[in-house]
């Protein structure tokens, strides 16, 4: 059985981009994220350690974003979700949602953005 988890709204500075512009001035992004799996034991024993804690998918995002330049945000995305299933095997399955507000984009618009989902393999 599978139990949902989820961060909405982490607002993170950085340099991601296609273009030059972006690369130098860097810009807002905002990520939503899910992650599934059974929290039962958690719940049960009442016990931190059997679960994925918001703290520790919020640093690991955070530390994606820091530790590499990437040019589209699907990119981002997938280095996400790469990131939390790696570091978490409890996770069975992560949505991530990216979230680029001031694209450069010549028009009025609200959003743009980009989400996946990756379910762990094996």
Same mark, same amino acid.
Request: glycine content about 6%; charged content about 30%; hydrophobic content about 45%.
């Given at each position: 059985?599978?139990?949902?988890? /989820? ?40 016990? /931190?350690?059997?679960?994925?804690? /918001? ?68």
């Amino acid at each position: 059985m599978s139990d949902r988890i /989820y961060l909405r709204g982490i607002e993170l500075f950085a340099h991601h981009g296609l273009f030059p512009e972006e690369a130098k001035l860097g810009q807002r992004f905002i990520v939503d994220i899910d992650w599934w799996l059974d929290v039962h034991p958690a719940a049960e024993h009442d016990d /931190y350690a059997e679960t994925v804690g /918001y703290d520790k998918v919020f640093e690991t995002v955070t530390k994606v974003s820091a530790d590499q330049r990437f040019h589209i945000i699907e990119a981002f995305a997938e280095a996400i979700a790469t990131a939390v299933l790696a570091r978490f095997p409890r996770v069975e399955k992560v949505r991530i949602e990216v979230h680029k507000p001031n694209a450069p984009i010549p028009g009025v618009f609200g959003d743009v953005g980009v989400e996946i989902v990756r379910v762990r393999e094996g």
